[in-house]
């Protein structure tokens, strides 16, 4: 498998990954994929990984979608296997259990809107371009675009996208709230810095049961999603990150939480 698809980098807690085909504006062909569900794989084992940000190479795309030039050579039976590897990415991510930064430089279709739909905290600069094109190739998305828009901007706007393929503005796509904030391109890396840090000191332990929480409660009926917060708000009270936290609430200073 070639690692270099996709790169790594890790500094203060901070695992950044960088889809790295930028001469094919990062498109997802298979070993891509495969290679970005292993580096995710990796950073959920490494304990040194407070946050991810995943983000693509060069200054013009994010991810401009699954890789056209390989879709077109694929079965039906290669179609569905593409799917799922994508859907199998997309749910790693989802449940990851740190915080998982999109930071989208750039155009972010097809697939790579589905990519970053899949990330819990969405960043754009202001000159990215966002959508759904792939109606226009005569497809449909098959990394859960459908499902996770759906769920994100509801249904007007995710048959507006799916149907008509056009892409939209990052202050569009703010709007219709699929990204949290649009930030002038040549301040995207200092905002997503700043984030970065805030959540790679934050405690890991709550930070992974608010993921468990609303990832779980996306999918399941209100009574059961409430009992599942009520016994991950209990087991947080089983970490030290919990009485640190609150102790230096009471004494007037900043926590430090250790992830125990
Ligand atoms: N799959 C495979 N290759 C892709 C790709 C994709 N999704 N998106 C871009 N590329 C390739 C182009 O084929 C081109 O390769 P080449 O230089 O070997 O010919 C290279 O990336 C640069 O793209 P290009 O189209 O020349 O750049 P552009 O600035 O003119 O246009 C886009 C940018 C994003 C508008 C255009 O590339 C595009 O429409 N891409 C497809 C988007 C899409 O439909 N995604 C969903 C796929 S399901």
Same mark, same amino acid.
């Given at each position: ?32 994929? /495969? ?11 490494? /304990? ?17 979608g699954a890789d ?23 749910r790693r991510i ?53 499902q996770r828009l ?73 009574? /059961? ?36």
């Open positions: 498998m070639d690692l270099d698809l996709v790169t790594r980098h890790l500094e203060d807690g901070i695992c950044t990954l960088t889809v790295n085909r930028p001469d094919k504006l990062n498109a997802l062909n298979q070993q891509t994929l /495969q290679a970005l569900d292993q580096a995710f794989a990796e950073a959920a084992a490494d /304990q040194r990984v407070r946050v991810v940000v995943l983000t693509g190479a060069g200054a013009k795309a994010f991810v401009a056209i030039s390989q879709m077109n050579q694929l079965t039906p039976v290669q179609g569905r296997d593409f799917s799922l590897l994508g859907q199998q990415l997309m989802e449940g990851l259990g740190k915080p998982v930064i999109a930071r989208i430089n750039g155009f972010a279709l097809g697939g790579g809107l589905e990519l970053a739909m899949a990330c819990h905290l969405r960043i754009a600069a202001d000159t990215a371009k966002l959508g759904q094109p792939e109606i226009n190739l005569g497809l449909i998305p098959g990394f859960g675009g459908s759906l769920r994100l901007a509801g249904r007007a706007a995710t048959l507006e996208l799916c149907l008509l393929g056009a892409p939209i503005s990052a202050s569009r796509a703010q709007a219709l709230g699929i990204v949290n904030e649009v930030v002038p391109a040549d301040a995207l890396d200092a905002r997503v810095a700043e984030l970065a840090a805030q959540l790679a000191k934050a405690a890991p332990l709550a930070l992974r049961a608010i993921l468990d929480c609303v990832l779980v409660g996306g999918e399941c009926a209100l009574e /059961q999603a409430l009992q599942f917060e009520s016994t991950q708000f209990g087991l947080v009270f089983a970490t030290a990150d919990m009485r640190e936290g609150t102790a230096a609430f009471l004494e007037r200073r900043q926590p430090e939480f250790a992830g125990q």
